[in-house]
């Protein structure tokens, strides 16, 4: 049975840029531990020699010709963007992280 | 400001311990468009003007997968020895950041599309070492980020940040070393000599620009240092903004120089990110490493999985050009080089021009003499590479071609050459605009060689006497006379005629 601790939820909603109270914590541990055991339940089905799927539909190698496409003009890309400057997407400063 | 970080005394280093480094290195593909949309992916566009619903991250926006990027990936894979996955998918990396307007990157996580292969490296004195591959993958590059505010564009104190998306979407494949253990003193030069070979290899492709300049090929360095003689490794950092195969080869050495002196005083590496510094060949913190289960990636649900068939990896196969290592084998046998000679070219960074003025119609020998002497030795006075001076191996073959019709002697070819690299245009143009030609019209040279003789009687008076050899002097004074654009040979054999010595 899996379970999920407060902490990894709390880590988890930090990578999501989620702000989550204290009693959420609780609230969605619980629930996530749900999910995560429904999830398991596929395991037990699950045979050696079924290969992990991550597609319903039986598809491989659909590609596209590399051939350029009209896309959007500038003033489009740009028409609903809460801040632009310089014609770029302005966005608030970044704090403490690096590229 | 961060305190400068003590460092040690290289050789102490290496007393001490024994060096692991691994490099990544982006290549950004030179197809004709983005990896997972028909927008165009050509460097140096207006901002925010090669973009489309998919590349801005748009909802609803559905990729689709470059065939050609997939092509390359797998020619890329096949000239690094790699395998090829028989299978394999994309990947989501979650993260937060501006440059990602989907706030995922498409990238590939478990099942990269080629793996376990090498690179044989020939380092500065000719050694062989060999680079093991771990993988190559494919991904898509982010956006590009203006900082607003702080101090020379940086991120720091910066007040806000501007985005430009014409990169976001461009094909990437990352190409990952195993470990490269074994290099000892060595591996600053092992990690430049990799880069250099990658770089040159995908330039024979003609896969990618390969401009580090211009961040279409990039590398990021991981160094760690392992106790000597205990196997273990040691914590890693990885380094950054290393924009020239000059400072791959100083960043690596900072670090080691770095994490010798952190655990040599009982301290310890923290993972993380550096920044390399081109100014002051030092690294600083930047932020620390995300782990991969951070990025929680799963499979992408809009990218079905690619399964390349046999027949058309061996069809690719047959795509590939003359390797560099082919290359140079064939070169050193077609012009009988000797192993050294071989290195020096190399080294030069002049084996592809002279082989391109070779295939123009100068001779290996005036090829080479031409790139590996008086160009390099211009290119060091410019400070630039040899394959950035504003000459082609065409120009130089026609020079040669020049030289060898008699039209120019040496000295007037370089004279020619220096035209062409002052941009006054092709050699012909050159010498028709400066005048420059071999003056071989007898009447003009023998009324010089009369000035000569008359203005040197007493050496006259020896040549007349059976001294041939005094005869230089009056060659010499008609040479300069001409200002060099005589035929020296010609006006010796007017000068013995004239004092009746034939």
């Known amino acids: 049975m899996p379970t999920i601790s407060r902490d990894e939820v709390a880590h988890l909603a930090g990578l999501a840029r989620l702000a989550v109270t204290e009693a959420e ?17 596929v395991n037990e089905v699950a045979a050696e020699d079924i290969p992990p799927t ?3 539909v039986p598809l491989t190698n659909v590609f596209r010709e590399d051939v350029v496409r009209p896309g959007l003009s500038r003033e489009q890309a740009l028409a609903n963007a809460p801040a632009t400057e310089e014609n770029r997407f302005r966005v608030p400063r970044i704090l403490s992280e690096e590229a | ?37 028909g927008c165009p992916n050509f460097f140096g566009s207006d901002p925010n003007t090669q973009v489309c619903p998919v590349c801005l991250g748009m909802p609803g926006a559905l990729p689709v997968v470059n065939g050609k990027a997939v092509e390359s990936a797998i020619r890329i894979g096949l000239a690094l020895n790699c395998e090829v996955a028989e299978q394999c998918r994309f990947a989501r990396k979650n993260y937060f950041y501006p440059d990602m307007p989907k706030n995922f990157q498409t990238s590939q996580y478990d099942e990269p599309i080629v793996f376990e292969g090498h690179l044989d490296v020939v380092l500065d004195d000719g050694e062989t070492f060999r680079v093991g591959i771990e993988r190559a993958h494919m991904e898509e590059d982010t956006g590009k980020s203006l900082h607003v505010g702080g101090a020379d564009g940086r991120i720091h104190g910066a007040e806000h940040s501007l985005l430009d998306y014409n990169r976001a979407g461009v094909p990437l494949i990352e190409i990952v070393t195993k470990p490269i253990t074994g290099a000892g003193h060595r591996a600053p030069e092992v990690a430049r000599a990799y880069v250099t070979a990658l770089r040159d290899l995908l330039r024979s492709m003609h896969v990618s620009d390969v401009r580090m300049d211009q961040g279409s090929l990039r590398c990021d360095a991981n160094v760690s240092l392992s106790p000597k003689g205990s196997g273990e490794f040691g914590t890693r950092t990885e380094t950054k903004n290393v924009n ?17 002196a952190v655990l040599a005083s009982g301290g310890e590496i923290v993972q993380e990110t550096r920044h390399f510094d081109e100014s002051t060949a030092s690294t600083s913190s930047g932020r620390p490493k995300e782990t991969a289960e951070d990025y929680r990636y799963f499979p992408e649900p809009d990218l079905v999985p690619i399964a390349p068939s046999q027949e058309w990896v061996e069809q690719l196969r047959t795509t590939l050009p003359e390797l560099p290592w082919q290359r140079r084998r064939r070169v050193q046998q077609d012009w009988q080089l000797s192993d050294e000679e071989l290195r020096d070219l190399v080294n030069a960074g002049a084996l592809d021009l002279v082989a391109a003025t070779v295939d123009a119609g100068a001779s290996p020998a005036e090829a080479r003499s031409w790139w590996v002497a008086y160009l390099s030795q211009q290119a060091n006075e410019r400070g630039v590479d040899l394959a950035s001076l504003p000459i082609t191996p065409e120009q130089v073959a026609r020079v040669v071609e020049l030289v060898g019709e008699g039209t120019l002697t040496h000295k007037l070819a370089r004279q020619v050459v220096d035209g062409v690299l002052a941009g006054k245009g092709d050699p012909d143009e050159v010498v028709a605009a400066e005048g420059i030609e071999v003056v071989s019209d007898d009447s003009a040279l023998q009324s010089a060689i009369d000035e000569a003789l008359a203005a040197q009687p007493d050496v006259a008076d020896k040549i007349r006497g059976g001294k041939v050899q005094a005869a230089g002097a009056i060659v010499g004074a008609v040479m300069k006379a001409t200002q060099g654009q005589a035929d ?8 013995l005629a004239s004092c009746g010595q034939e």
Not at chain 2, 5 to 21: G, K, S, T
Not at chain 2, 488 to 495: C, G, P, Q, S
């Open chain 1, 25 to 41: 914590l609780d609230t969605f541990a619980g629930q996530l531990d749900d999910i995560l055991d429904s999830v398991a339940k």
């Open chain 2, 1 to 37: 400001m961060t305190a400068v970080a003590e460092i040690m005394d290289y050789d102490e280093v290496l007393e001490r311990f024994d060096p692991v480094l691994g490099l990544e290195v982006h290549v950004e593909l030179s197809t004709d468009t983005k990896m997972f949309c």
């Open chain 1, 54 to 56: 991550s597609h319903a």
């Open chain 2, 244 to 260: 020239s195969l000059r400072s791959v080869e100083r960043a690596v050495r900072y670090e080691m120089r770095r994490h010798a």
């Open chain 2, 488 to 495: 020296a040979k010609r006006v010796r054999e007017l000068v």
